[in-house]
């Protein structure tokens, strides 16, 4: 049975002799409190780097894949009806076209604005709202309008308090009416500004831009995961056949699936965060071997008051469980500062990266019970030391 009041002393006992030796305890938890700060902002970045990577990746929605061949507009319109025709489930189908270039309204300009020739399937895929305006209409697409949807970086820095829809900007030299706007999407994992750009209807922007029917990209998505596999395959095996491959040959085209990039993203994520807590661990273990240092010197330092309890009645455990309550004490209090600091600095980190802040418990409880495990660890040492003392030569000590 546990003896509350003969503990109450051992702990009171322990707080005594830490407070009187204020400095050489305020460095002993140094190591402890950079440890723990380093495993919590760590271990919370990380969990904010994974929520930043299932909603920044740049994907293709669930359930998706992209046929892509970067060097020359390669898709036809045919080629997307046969495929429509073949595959079964399909859910969403959009041919794409990317480029890069000059944005002008009046006297203003934006270098790098990325344009997208698109269907209006491609929205729902990437999950992109209109929040003024509309989409294309199929006239639109059909007869190759110069029609745009804006991002929200040029609402901003051409109408900024001003309603864009009807109005024309400029994109290469070639005019656009405004027909539409996007809500803020913000940055991709990739730091790609994706309110920097304008999209506009892929029939237009082959014709403008191109002077090609042809297209560079296809998005893809079924209905359920069940069917992912069998229409990458089957769009697969109608390339392969369109290009007059070999079966021993090599693809010309690549085919990239949102189930990939997102585990690599994981992947990733998890190395970064492995090594991370290695070097956090080092510290730990460090600041674990300072402890035991300061705990050591601090048994030699005492070793006539050791003496002394030993003679009045003190066992050899009382002297064990003495210094270790001292050395666990320590390493607690060093872990409850770094758990504070640690917060602090992810709070701050992710409030100036603009991360969501993700409160971990389990984090703050583990890094509690590790810090008081490795005062246990590191204080048995001098612990067994100060109790193998002889009272006789423990007293006879100056």
């Not at 073949?86 to 969403?92: D, Q």
């Not at 024309?168 to 990739?190: A, D, E, P």
């Not at 395959?233 to 085209?253: A, S």
């Amino acid at each position: 049975m546990i003896n509350i009041t003969k503990t109450f002393l051992y702990i009171k006992t322990a707080f005594k002799s830490l407070i009187r030796n204020k400095m050489r305890s305020l460095l002993s938890v140094t190591g402890i409190v950079i440890g723990i700060t380093s495993v919590i902002s760590i271990i919370g970045l990380s969990n904010s780097a994974k929520i930043l990577i299932s909603t920044k990746i740049t994907t293709y929605g669930e359930n998706a894949a992209e046929f892509l061949m970067e060097d020359n507009p390669w898709l036809s319109q045919n080629d997307i009806n046969k495929i429509r025709a073949s595959v079964p489930h399909i859910k969403y189908i959009t041919p794409v076209i990317n480029s890069q270039g000059e944005c002008s309204y009046m006297q203003k300009k934006i270098r790098k604005v990325k344009l997208y020739g698109v269907e209006n399937d491609f929205f729902i895929m990437k999950e992109w709202e209109i929040e003024n305006g509309r989409k294309f209409n199929a006239n639109e697409i059909f007869q190759k309008r110069n029609v745009a949807i804006i991002g929200n970086n040029l609402v901003e820095e051409f109408f900024p308090g001003q309603n864009p829809i009807n109005k024309t900007i400029r994109y290469n030299n070639r005019l656009f009416t405004v027909i539409g706007t996007v809500k803020s999407l913000g940055k991709g994992f990739t730091n790609v500004n994706y309110d920097n750009i304008i999209i506009i209807p892929v029939t237009t922007c082959s014709k403008l831009f191109f002077d090609s029917s042809n297209y560079q990209r296809l998005y893809v998505s079924v209905t359920d995961e069940l069917y992912e596999s069998t229409m990458v395959n089957t769009i697969r095996d109608y390339f392969r056949n369109k290009f007059n491959l070999l079966p021993n040959e090599k693809e010309t085209f690549l085919i990239q699936t949102t189930r990939e990039k997102v585990f690599l993203a994981k992947i990733i994520s998890k190395l970064l965060t492995y090594l991370m807590v290695v070097v956090a661990s080092i510290s730990l273990f460090v600041g674990g071997i300072g402890i035991m240092n300061i705990m050591l010197a601090s048994v030699n330092e005492r070793i006539r008051e050791i003496g002394i309890r030993m003679a009045i009645g003190a066992k050899k455990h009382d002297i064990i469980v003495q210094f270790l309550l001292e050395s666990v004490i320590l390493c607690s209090i060093g872990g409850i500062i770094g758990i504070t600091f640690g917060l602090s600095l992810y709070y701050l980190i992710v409030i100036i990266a603009d991360w969501p802040f993700i409160l971990s418990i389990i984090s703050i409880i583990v890094s509690t019970l590790f810090s008081a495990l490795v005062g246990m660890i590191f204080g048995i040492f001098p612990a067994l030391k100060a109790s193998d003392l002889k009272p006789v030569e423990a007293l006879a000590n100056d």
